[in-house]
Each structure stands twice: as C-alpha cells, then as structure tokens.
C-alpha cells in the first residue's frame, strides 16, 4: 500500500491542523492505520493509531485530549485532526499501515513520506 500524508504547514501556538493520509494499492479498510512524529534531533514517536473498523483509538499521553485520530474507508483516507498545538509538536508526521497490531511499531508494514508541521510560539 502506498502512502501519502498532507496537510502539514505552519500554525501559531494554540492553533490547529489537520493532517490527511491517502492511501493506494491495497484494500485500504483492512490496515490499521497510526500516526509518527520525527523531531529534529529526536527519535520517531507514536502519535496516534486507529484499528481498520476505526472502533478503537490509541494516542500518545502528549497529545491525548487535543488530537483526534479518524478514518474514512470509503476515501482511503486517515486523519490527524490537530487542536491546542503546541511548539513542542513541531515534527515531520508520517503516517504508517499495518495488518497487525497498530499498538505495535514494529508491526507497521507500509510508511509513508512525512508532512512537515511547524508550530510557533
């Protein structure tokens, strides 16, 4: 499955975004679909995951309660509804599938090109 992640861009602290993953290739409703971050100078984290029905979501402690993670099957779409950023969110985001477990980073099969999100204080 191919991988495509948008929406990224520059917002003022307390701002929001919203970031968009297309997906192509495959049947896009069978993957659990999550979201990573890669600071500069920094390791890449988990962000958020969502199970392929979307009946289940995960989320990092650092974003838990200001962003949002969903799915549209019928678009091949997942979304990263971004509110209350902060600077300390500024990363690449990339999006990544999986057939297994979406709680397990090493179970993520297909990632792909990150969304650059830049937040000012």
């Known amino acids: 499955v191919q991988l495509q992640a948008s929406g990224g861009g520059l917002v003022q602290a307390g701002g929001s975004l919203r970031l968009s993953c297309a997906a192509s290739?495959?049947?896009?409703?069978?993957?659990?679909m999550g979201w990573f971050r890669q600071a500069p100078g920094k390791e890449r984290e988990f962000v958020a995951a969502?199970?392929?029905?979307?009946?289940?979501?995960y989320y990092a402690d650092s974003v838990k309660g200001r962003f949002t993670i969903s799915r549209d099957n019928a678009k091949d779409t997942v979304y990263l509804q971004m509110n209350s950023l902060k600077p300390e969110d500024t990363a690449v985001y990339c999006c990544a599938a999986t057939r297994r477990s979406v709680a397990v980073v090493a179970d993520y099969d297909y990632w792909g090109q990150g969304t650059l999100v830049t937040v000012s204080s």
């Open positions: 969502i199970s392929w029905s979307g009946g289940s979501t």
């Open positions: 290739g495959r049947t896009f409703s069978r993957y659990g």
